[in-house]
């Protein structure tokens, strides 16, 4: 059974926790750039995992489930990202980690705008993510359409 709380908790847990990083760690300008920077690391991932982890060898079960059935909210295992983030704060600055927290917002957002709402928000996104849906071999980035023309799977 789909339970709601898994697709939504991320959504919840991770801007506010980003948001009281920056405010309690963010004091100058090389800080803001490091962030920049994790924000960048988070879509270079992001594309990679997509094309290699999802769509690769490892096809995931519940990826193609998502493929098939875009409109139904995806199910996750819910402590997937706490972890990983958990074990990203002690490997890398609080600034990148707040930059790759960043991006997974944006990746949250903007996969969420491309299935649920309605068609008119973020047009451009929506349709460059249904190319992926439909063609699966291009279009990986979901935050960010950097990483698709770089290595031409942009469609
Ligand atoms: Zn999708
Ligand atoms: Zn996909």
């Given at each position: 059974m789909l339970r709601l709380w898994r697709y939504y908790l991320d959504f919840a847990l991770f801007p506010p926790l980003a948001l009281g990083l920056a405010l309690y760690d963010a004091r100058s300008l090389g800080w803001v750039a490091l962030c920049g920077l994790g924000i960048l690391i988070w879509t270079l991932a992001e594309y990679w995992t997509h094309r290699v982890i999802l769509h690769g060898p490892l096809w995931h079960a519940t990826h193609e489930r998502h493929h098939r059935v875009p409109r139904e909210h995806v199910e996750i295992i819910w402590w997937y990202a706490p972890l990983g983030f958990f074990l990203l704060f002690w490997l890398v600055p609080i600034a990148i980690l707040v930059g790759l927290m960043l991006g997974y917002c944006v990746y949250l957002a903007m996969h969420h705008a491309a299935h649920?709402?309605?068609?008119?928000?973020?047009a451009a996104n929506r349709r460059r993510h249904a190319h992926h849906h439909l063609?699966?071999?291009?279009?990986?980035?979901?935050?960010?359409?950097l990483w698709d023309h770089v290595f031409r799977t942009a469609r």
């Amino acid at each position: 059974m789909l339970r709601l709380w898994r697709y939504y908790l991320d959504f919840a847990l991770f801007p506010p926790l980003a948001l009281g990083l920056a405010l309690y760690d963010a004091r100058s300008l090389g800080w803001v750039a490091l962030c920049g920077l994790g924000i960048l690391i988070w879509t270079l991932a992001e594309y990679w995992t997509h094309r290699v982890i999802l769509h690769g060898p490892l096809w995931h079960a519940t990826h193609e489930r998502h493929h098939r059935v875009p409109r139904e909210h995806v199910e996750i295992i819910w402590w997937y990202a706490p972890l990983g983030f958990f074990l990203l704060f002690w490997l890398v600055p609080i600034a990148i980690l707040v930059g790759l927290m960043l991006g997974y917002c944006v990746y949250l957002a903007m996969h969420h705008a491309a299935h649920h709402l309605p068609s008119s928000w973020l047009a451009a996104n929506r349709r460059r993510h249904a190319h992926h849906h439909l063609l699966t071999r291009v279009n990986f980035g979901i935050s960010s359409p950097l990483w698709d023309h770089v290595f031409r799977t942009a469609r």
